[in-house]
């Protein structure tokens, strides 16, 4: 059992104020994306509920209590800093990190046996960290993370560097931990890599909260009135539709955004009427469209 929660979390460093009144719910056994474009404040965000890096202001509650030493063992941790001890052999240091995160030593060396196995790096057991690609020792920093089986895991940039078959097997991973009730939070700039797996998203901009909630309601938030339309000759739709503002093109499609004065279906009817129509439905925009305009609208309010 694990919930996160932050509450009007603040940091500076000197002027610049990475993150301000941050807050957000991480509720047991979602798989919440901390969503944000470069120098949003999520990795400072992840420091703090990590307690590198202390906050300001505000209070971050693990299952209603602060974290401290203690509760943040309950943690399991990939920093988005890499770092390894390259000279020791893979096998061993595995079974070294899950020593340190409180496991007996059979114990620690039967799990990084099986992580070692589980993650397709039987065969470097014995080979030396600094032998293994950047790609191979994410995974060994990964295992590590979550080698003593932690209620909360929180991954820094967890798909940087991966190839997609890496980045499969590490969003399966994550998929069944939550499944096992576990609580995933990561942070990512990629973002069909969250739309994949999240449940909840906090998008962040300037170190603020745009939105934190389930995937559903970002949709409801900034999802627009607009209509995939595919003609059969593949030609424009005529120009001056009534109820459509804009017509984009993409890629074998057109979309229309709808200005509101007209419903959907009533749009189609016109459509239909002076177009051949192949198919036409609701357009359900990606996170990434979402996350753009809602930066954008963020800039537009304090230009
Ligand atoms: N130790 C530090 N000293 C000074 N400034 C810092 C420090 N850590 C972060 N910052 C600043 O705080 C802001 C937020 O940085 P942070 O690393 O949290 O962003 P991020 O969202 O993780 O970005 P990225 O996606 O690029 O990793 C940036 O302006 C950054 O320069």
């Not at 390894?84 to 409180?102: D, I, S």
């Not at 003593?148 to 399966?172: N, S, Y």
Request: aromatic residues 6%; neutral net charge.
């Amino acid at each position: 059992m694990a919930q996160l929660q932050l509450d009007k979390v603040s940091k500076a460093f000197g002027a610049v104020q990475a993150v301000r009144e941050l807050s957000f719910l991480v509720p047991q056994g979602s798989i919440y994306g901390l969503l944000g474009p470069n120098g949003a404040g999520k990795t400072t965000t992840i420091r703090m509920i990590m307690r590198i890096v202390l906050p300001d202001a505000g209070t971050i509650l693990l299952d209603g209590e602060a974290v401290d030493d203690l509760k943040r063992e309950r943690i399991g941790y990939l920093p988005e800093e890499r770092g390894l001890y390259r000279k020791m052999q893979v096998l061993e240091h595995l079974a070294f990190l899950g020593e340190v995160r409180g496991l007996s030593r059979d114990e620690a060396r039967k799990r990084a046996r099986n992580w070692l196995e589980r993650l397709g790096l039987a065969d470097k057991a014995s080979a030396k960290v600094e032998a293994l690609s950047k790609g191979m020792q994410q995974k060994v920093q990964f295992a590590a993370a979550v080698i003593h089986d932690p209620p909360l895991v929180i991954l820094d940039e967890p798909f940087t560097g991966l190839d997609p078959i890496a980045t499969r097997q590490f969003k399966d991973e994550i998929l069944q931990m939550a499944k096992g009730g576990v609580t995933v939070l990561f942070s990512t700039h990629v973002l069909p890599q969250a739309e994949e797996l999240c449940t909840h998203y906090c998008l962040i901009n300037r170190g603020r909260a745009l939105f934190a909630g389930t995937a559903e309601e970002v949709r409801k938030r900034y999802a627009k009135p607009q209509l995939k339309l595919a003609t059969a000759d593949g030609a424009p739709p005529p120009e001056n539709l009534p109820g459509v503002n804009q017509v984009e093109k993409r890629n074998g499609f057109y979309l229309l955004h709808l200005d509101g004065t007209l419903q959907a279906p009533q749009v189609v009817r016109e459509v239909a009427n002076r177009c051949q129509v192949a198919a036409v439905e609701h357009y359900q925009p990606t996170l990434e469209e979402i996350f753009l305009r809602a930066v954008e609208e963020d800039h537009v309010s304090v230009a």
